[in-house]
């Protein structure tokens, strides 16, 4: 079997090929998708350091989630059928500044294989989306996602727009991405935070787990 780090090196090659074969190598000796989705990411997460350091541009970046994609599309028949009724309703988006989605991507489509029911922002979105949307749907979980160390700043700032429209005791947040690590969590006051999709939705299950027992 070809080795998970592979993976990462054909992202940094852009060799969509390459990538493709390393996959179905993986999934044809019965790697967990959910493994294999995570080496994918952190695949995207050294094509973003390239591009932080300006050794990559914004071509290969584009290059690269493309890539992504048609992975994740190869990847998404091998997960296990999702719940018969929806756990509960998430609302995602990628924070004001950032337009990177393949995190937010990949945590919306392990959701969706947990039986949620996800409510997808988009990207580059201010903290008005977030309340609005809030208000709209009346999630359980609001999930933040970034890839940028830049974009930490706006997480915080959205965490204190949703508190300061008196939405904070209505829902739980989970902040997600490749540059999120305890200090940075604790600056931007989330309910929880991860670098890890698969990690967020075990999450998400015991936050609604939690509002069961209340």
């Not at 179905?24 to 695949?43: F, H, Q, T, Y």
């Not at 599309?73 to 990628?94: C, H, L």
Request: charged letters at 30%; one cysteine or more.
């Amino acid at each position: 079997m070809p080795s998970q780090e592979n993976i990462v090196d054909a992202f940094l090659y852009l060799d969509e090929t390459a990538t493709r074969q390393l996959v179905k190598s993986m999934l044809d000796a019965g790697v967990n998708p959910v493994e294999i989705m995570e080496e994918c990411r952190k695949g995207m997460l050294a094509v973003g350091e390239r591009f932080e350091r300006g050794e990559f541009f914004l071509s290969e970046m584009i290059m690269a989630a493309e890539i992504f994609k048609q992975v994740t599309e190869q990847i998404r028949p091998y997960f296990s059928g999702s719940a018969s009724e929806a756990r509960g309703k998430v609302v995602i988006g990628t924070v004001e500044g950032d337009i990177h989605d393949i995190g937010k991507n990949i945590f919306t489509a392990l959701l969706e294989v947990e039986g949620f029911e996800v409510v997808d922002i988009g990207v580059d979105a201010p903290p008005e989306r977030f309340i609005e949307a809030i208000r709209g749907h009346s999630p359980n979980i609001v999930g933040m996602s970034c890839l940028l160390s830049t974009s930490i700043e706006a997480m915080k700032n959205t965490v204190d727009a949703i508190a300061e429209a008196g939405l904070r005791d209505k829902t739980r947040i989970i902040v997600g991405g490749g540059r999120l690590e305890r200090h940075a969590a604790e600056y931007i006051k989330p309910d929880a935070y991860t670098d890890n999709a698969a990690q967020g939705v075990k999450m998400c299950i015991e936050f609604l787990r939690g509002e069961e027992n209340e």
